[in-house]
T-cell receptor, first 110, second 113 residues
Framework: QKEVEQNSGPLSVPEGAIASLNCTYS??????FFWYRQYSGKSPELIMFIYSNGDKEDGRFTAQLNKASQYVSLLIRDSQPSDSATYLCAVNPGNTPLVFGKGTRLSVIA | ETGVTQTPRHLVMGMTNKKSLKCEQH?????MYWYKQSAKKPLELMFVYSLEERVENNSVPSRFSPECPNSSHLFLHLHTLQPEDSALYLCASSQSWRGSEQYFGPGTRLTVT
C-alpha cells in the first residue's frame, strides 16, 4: 500500500513568517513529487513540483526533497493571509496514478 | 475554453433521480480521472481512464457509472444516490495515468436530498 502522510493541522503562522509543510511517503521508488493548494470549496491547484534531491525555489515557495529520508517539504516565505488553504502533497510511485496525502490546513494570522 | 471544465457546477438531486456530470479537458491529455471529496475529507480516487479505457476503479458503488467516449470527455452517470453521496466531485486530467501531474476542473458540488 503506497502511502503519503501529512500532518492534518491546522498549522497556524503569523503573517510574514515562514510556513513549513511536511510530507513523508512510503514507496522508496517514487520518482516525482507535487504540491497542490486547495482553497475551501475549490479544486486543487498545482503550485510546485520537484524531481531531484535538494531545493527548488519559485517565488515565495521552496520545495525540498530528500529521497533517502523519503521526505518532501514546502516552505512558504513571507506568509500572507491569502496563503491560508489546505496543501496537498502528491507522489508519483511510477506505475500508478499520483497518490495524494490528506493535506495540511494552513492558517496565516494577520 | 481552457484547462479542464466541468458542468454543472452545482447539482441538487433526489434519491430517485438520474443525472450526469460532464468533464472536458482542453489540454491534449491522455488520462482523465474522477475524484470524490466529502466535506473536510481527503480526495478519494473513483475512476481512471487512459485513452478511453478504464484502467483503475476503486470499489465504487454501482450507482456511479463512468463513461469516456474520447480522450477529451468524461462523464459520471448518477442514479439512485444516497444522501452520503453529497460531495464535491472533481475531474482531473494528465498526460499519462502513470504518475503525471494532474490538473483539476472546478468541480461539481452535488447535494442529494
Amino acid at each position: 500500500q503506497k502511502e503519503v502522510e501529512q500532518n492534518s493541522g491546522p498549522l497556524s503562522v503569523p503573517e510574514g513568517a515562514i510556513a513549513s509543510l511536511n510530507c513523508t511517503y512510503s514507496d522508496r521508488g517514487s520518482q516525482s513529487f507535487f504540491w497542490y493548494r486547495q482553497y475551501s470549496g475549490k479544486s486543487p491547484e498545482l503550485i510546485m513540483f520537484i524531481y531531484s534531491n535538494g531545493d527548488k525555489e519559485d517565488g515565495r515557495f521552496t520545495a525540498q526533497l530528500n529521497k533517502a529520508s523519503q521526505y518532501v517539504s514546502l516552505l512558504i516565505r513571507d506568509s500572507q493571509p491569502s496563503d491560508s488553504a489546505t496543501y496537498l502533497c502528491a507522489v508519483n510511485p511510477g506505475n500508478t496514478p499520483l497518490v495524494f496525502g490528506k493535506g495540511t490546513r494552513l492558517s496565516v494570522i494577520a | 475554453e481552457t484547462g479542464v471544465t466541468q458542468t454543472p457546477r452545482h447539482l441538487v438531486m433526489g434519491m430517485t433521480n438520474k443525472k450526469s456530470l460532464k468533464c472536458e479537458q482542453h489540454l491534449g491529455h491522455n488520462a482523465m480521472y474522477w475524484y470524490k471529496q466529502s466535506a473536510k475529507k481527503p480526495l478519494e480516487l473513483m475512476f481512471v481512464y487512459s485513452l478511453e479505457e478504464r484502467v483503475e476503479n476503486n470499489s465504487v458503488p454501482s450507482r456511479f457509472s463512468p463513461e469516456c467516449p474520447n480522450s477529451s470527455h468524461l462523464f459520471l452517470h448518477l442514479h439512485t444516490l444516497q444522501p452520503e453521496d453529497s460531495a464535491l466531485y472533481l475531474c482531473a486530467s494528465s498526460q499519462s495515468w502513470r504518475g503525471s501531474e494532474q490538473y483539476f476542473g472546478p468541480g461539481t458540488r452535488l447535494t442529494v436530498t
